[in-house]
């Protein structure tokens, strides 16, 4: 109980608590996380081998758009899934936006 | 005992080649990127072509275009050999399954008699169409400048041969496997007067020296004229009392143009944009063919649809592509034949 409790506090102290996404680093990956980089200009790209980490304070938003202004081709964001490893953050998931956020916090 | 697990990484010397960096900064290359950027050699060819002994094996003087750099004319569909092959077999299946559905039913043989000799005199002699489209695209491939032109032109030229079956198995639906139609179509090709203008014009272009101006005549003008009035405009003859058989049918040509629309109209867009000369060439060459092919197809329009709704349709086949010019930075002056038809 007091661990959850210290938990929410602590969120509630910090309302910009990171969210991340991390993807596989290939060929498909490349025009997603500039996409990424393009909108969410506060966003931290760390790469890892074969693994790019993307921290972002609060809010991520990848859009269907960005994406598909540099893959050439329709785009349907959850092709992202394929090379999804890990994300965090609540997702909001719609046709055009794939939303990271702590909302709770 | 602690089991203390490391991770090792190993940073990468370089991200990509060096041709590539020098472009785009040392960073992770998209395929297309590699597979595209400054492939074609440009010095050092050991052999002078003996069959052209003005110019280099690649030669940038073969077209009246001028470019700083032919790779600005890069392909917004990104595509390389693999990502080419996956789209098409996408495609290609979507398409199989359409004949099928109209194989099954029987859907063209169930037509009257006369749609199916209509279908037969306004459609299947695009297959021979394509076959030149085929030759003049080779062409583009072979003489054009730089690998992000050469490689788009070298796999539309497979396009085309991938269309020109589509419109022969049309045929075989039409006449029951027998081959009959695509013998009566050569026919009509080579001897229908309804077509001899559009025959006379793939055949100029065929003769054409300079890889640019066949690429205009062929993909921009040419195609948007055909394709658009043969697979569109004609489409309600036998949608309007048959239902959407035919349709189904004559809409994997229509969406293939669209997606390559978006490769010819971003490289006439980029060479127009260029300079003022490149303009005025372009305009010049597109001027010149759209009148030719207006022409060229008035007589076909004419004995498909009849005088005045033929005229109408190709009006408006020509009033859709003047609208795409101006998109590309040209000007969209009426064709002769429409002021000719105006007045």
Known sequence: ??????????????????VFIALQANNDTIPII??????????EVLEFPGMVKINAPGLLVIRRASIEERVGRDFDLREMQLNLISLAGELDETEDEFTLEWKSA | MT??????????????????ARRFGDKPATRYQEGTYDLQSTVNHHYKPLWDPEHDIYDQRRTAIV??????LKDPR????GSWTIARSKQQEAADRQMEFAEKRDLLRQLPGELQAALQRAILPLRHYEWGANTNLCFVSAYGYGTALTQAASMATMDRLGMAQHVSRIGLLLDGNSGASLAEVKRLWLDDPAWQGLRRQMEAIFVGRDPIETFVAQALVADALVYDLCLRRFEPLWTASQGAGVATL?????RWQEETNRWVDS????????SEANRQTLQGWVDGARARWSAALAPLAAAVLGDAAGAAALAEADAALGARLTKLGLKASASNLNQGAAA
């Open chain 2, 267 to 274: 490289v006439v867009k980029t060479m127009a944009a260029e």
């Open chain 1, 1 to 18: 109980m007091s661990a959850a409790d210290a938990t929410a506090t602590q969120a509630t102290q910090a309302p910009r608590a990171p």
């Open chain 2, 78 to 81: 990104q595509y390389y050999y």
């Open chain 2, 250 to 254: 004559l809409d994997f040509p229509l």
């Open chain 2, 3 to 20: 089991v203390e697990i490391r991770v090792q990484s190993v940073k990468p010397l370089r991200q990509t080649f060096g041709h590539i």
């Open chain 1, 34 to 43: 500039e996409a990424i980089q393009a909108d969410n200009p506060a966003a």
């Open chain 2, 67 to 72: 470019m700083a750099d032919w790779y600005a």
